[in-house]
DNA sequence: TCCATATATCTAGATTTATAGATATATTAG
DNA sequence: CTAATATATCTATAAATCTAGATATATGGA
């Protein structure tokens, strides 16, 4: 990962209606939703929703696939692990306990 | 966390300088850096990263403590995972396996 | 082909954000 | 107290971003 994908992928999360879509499209998991459920469930005009989802596609964020009429969108799990693991670089370096925290916490409580 | 809190993190993080900075605190690790070595490192004026720095503090991402004439900055490891946690709330929900390709990402490897 | 549905693109005004010059505050030394 | 060092705050201009109205494109059905 670049710098400046991780920038816009950021800029992509630090928007209201953006972060409630790659949360909602998160739990949604492999099943995904279509960009009409989605402006439906957070109550957002279409367009505005459209311009939304393409900002979080082009960051890697999101991917989609159409489905006749409609396109359903997915959370880009390897997407977002990218953009962690660039954030995270070098955390590590001979001290895993100082990372140790944060990979529990993502751990789902496991 | 609150969602205004994570855009405001995100939106810290969207910018060169303060992504800069808190991948070089990352780094840093307990050993942190003073804002002037901060600065010194990114060739960044020093009164642009004054503020980029107060910006980070505010979010949570990073933490400080003056050293007598200097305050010395650290990355806040609780912050940045309570931020991913909120970020991924829910994705395992039954699916260990969609964000275990994560959880192994940020394991540094291991 | 014609119409309805689903989504995307173009556009402009309103708002937000970034940078850096000038200056202020805080700490330490003499 | 005065000077030097380290960092923060105030400010204004320039640049980027957000939203939504209008409109365009794509797909499927009759």
Redesign the pocket.
């Known amino acids: 990962m670049d710098k400046l994908t991780a920038i816009e992928a950021f800029?992509a999360l630090a928007?209201?209606?953006r972060l409630d879509v790659f949360r909602l499209l998160v739990k949604a998991g492999h099943e995904g939703l279509?960009?009409?459920e989605i402006?439906k469930t957070l109550t957002?005009?279409?367009?505005?929703m459209?311009?939304?989802?393409?900002?979080l596609a082009r960051t890697g964020l999101v991917t989609?696939q159409?489905e006749?009429?409609?396109?359903r969108y997915f959370a880009d799990y390897q997407g977002i692990s990218a953009l962690i693991s660039f954030l995270m670089e070098d955390c590590c370096g001979g001290n895993l306990e100082i990372c140790q925290p944060i990979i529990d916490e993502i751990a789902c409580g496991r």
Do not use: D, H, V
């Open positions: 800029a928007q209201p209606t279509s960009a009409g402006a957002i005009r279409q367009n505005t459209s311009t939304n989802l393409a900002i989609n159409r006749g009429r409609s396109i």
